[in-house]
């Protein structure tokens, strides 16, 4: 058996860059994964504390409640919230709204036929 130059150089060169293809996607994924570290870290995360609506035994609950077992976040949880090591700064907001069965709704376009 002889050796030829021209086929050792042709699989050295094809070895060559598919360890270069290789080595580029660890770097290329490495550097990914580091932005998006970096992003995060920066931007922080924004959480919003409230009930979630999209589970039906949780809206049965509510809508079963008077305003007088309602009660909304107690300041002694805000501050607990407040208090944690990975809050930087809060705001606490709360929405409320009423219900009637005295009143009739409105209907402007029942206006407009008369």
Partial sequence: MTR???KSMILFAVIFVLGNILAGSVIIQQSTQNVE????????????VGIDWSNPK?????????ADEYSAL??????????????????????????SKL????????????
Avoid at 80 to 96: L, R
Wanted: zero cysteines; charged letters at 30%.
């Fill in 4 to 6: 030829q130059k021209s």
């Fill in 74 to 99: 107690t300041e002694k949880i805000i501050q607990k919230i407040a208090d944690s090591p990975y809050v930087k700064n809060y705001d606490y907001s709360e929405q409320t709204g009423y219900n």
């Fill in 58 to 66: 949780n809206q049965k609950v509510i809508e079963q409640m008077t």
């Fill in 103 to 114: 009143l009739k709704p409105y209907d402007p376009a029942a206006d407009k036929k008369s």
């Fill in 37 to 48: 570290k970096t992003t995060k870290e920066q931007m922080g995360a924004i959480a919003t």
